[in-house]
């Protein structure tokens, strides 16, 4: 699945592909999110973000980072990379899938996530980071994991784990969704994100995973949710909730995009994140979450920002970018 998307939000700031395939990038710029250098970057097809640094890439299967690098996370090693097809990121490192079903890491390697075992998977289809750990699934449906193993992110409970097709990473834990529409969970259960709960859910397409939650879609258009609820993530108001297409999450709220091109906020609302504005959006087409704040991509390639906007991340100058789009390039795989 893992469905690229030309939206990216990292903890503070937000980074949107244009048609030209050129960026825009707008919010915090403490930790030079929005250093100038992304204007330079041509033929972008797909973005992706960490806390503080973010990560483009090329048609040409080179990719491109700026902001943070207090953990190397800007290293310029990635410029060795070649034949890069799909990237994630963590809190401060990053994970790069090659065209041959290998693996780079890069960033910081204080929890072992650039640990050099990742040297070893081969056959690798997609890759998933939570806060300082990462997931790696294989071609014929089993797991690799690595990284910080404090919370059992890493517990080797997943190598009995089968037929998966996706995964999804919270801040430490992981989801693992199966082709039989059912799932699996390992990590951090200190607010019931593993939960056996999970177990009764059946025919999921789609997962997604915040600070302590999850969120599961289900092939009838609705949703279950789990896990951390101290800030409403796993409010029952979901339940009434239908004909949903795509769930996002950020650290203590969600969002579902519904048919009908408008959506649903539920979760912590202490920095406005499921402030009623969204209430008047319609046309959406996709949508991503920040920590403590969300952009809406509507189908006339505009956007609309919601959230906290202590640094910036809902600045109007949202307004001024046009031409936003999904790339050409989505690749589905399985």
């Known amino acids: 699945m893992n469905k690229i998307k030309s939206i990216v939000c990292g903890k503070k700031h937000s980074v949107v592909l244009k048609e030209d395939g ?28 960490g806390s503080y640094h973010s990560v483009a890439l090329r048609s040409d299967g080179t990719i491109e980072c700026w902001g943070d690098n207090s953990w190397d996370q800007c290293d310029p090693v990635y410029k060795s990379f070649t034949g890069v097809i799909d990237v994630a990121c963590g809190t401060y490192h990053s994970v790069t899938l090659l065209d041959n079903g290998t693996i780079k890491c890069w960033g910081d390697n204080g929890k072992n996530q650039c640990d050099r075992v990742y040297k070893t998977f081969t056959n690798v289809i997609n890759v998933a980071c939570g806060y300082f750990h990462s997931v790696a699934l294989k071609e014929d449906g089993t797991l690799e994991c690595w990284g910080n193993n404090e919370w059992n992110q890493c517990d080797p409970v997943y190598k009995s784990f089968t037929g998966v097709i996706d995964v999804a990473c919270g801040f430490f834990h992981t989801v693992a969704l199966k082709a039989n529409g059912k799932l699996e969970c390992w990590g951090n259960n200190e607010y019931n994100q593993c939960d056996p709960v999970y177990k009764t859910f059946v025919c999921v397409i789609d997962v997604a995973c915040g600070y302590g939650h999850s969120v599961a879609l289900k092939s009838d258009g609705t949703i279950e949710c789990w896990g951390y609820n101290q800030n409403n993530e796993c409010n029952s108001v979901y339940k009434t909730f239908t004909n949903i297409t795509s769930i996002y999450c950020g650290s203590c709220h969600s969002v579902a995009l519904l048919e009908d091109g408008t959506i649903k906020c539920w979760g912590n609302n202490e920095a406005n994140q499921c402030d009623s504005v969204y209430k008047s959006f319609t046309n959406v087409i996709s949508v991503s979450c920040g920590f403590w704040h969300s952009v809406a991509l509507i189908e006339d390639g505009t956007l609309e920002c919601w959230g906290i906007n202590e640094s910036n991340q809902c600045d109007t100058i949202y307004k001024s970018f046009t031409g936003i789009k999904l790339p050409y390039l989505n690749y589905i795989l399985k």
């Open 22 to 49: 050129s960026l825009e990038c707008w919010g915090s710029n403490n930790q030079n999110q929005r250093n100038i250098v992304y204007k330079t970057f041509t033929n972008i097809i797909s973005l992706v973000c």
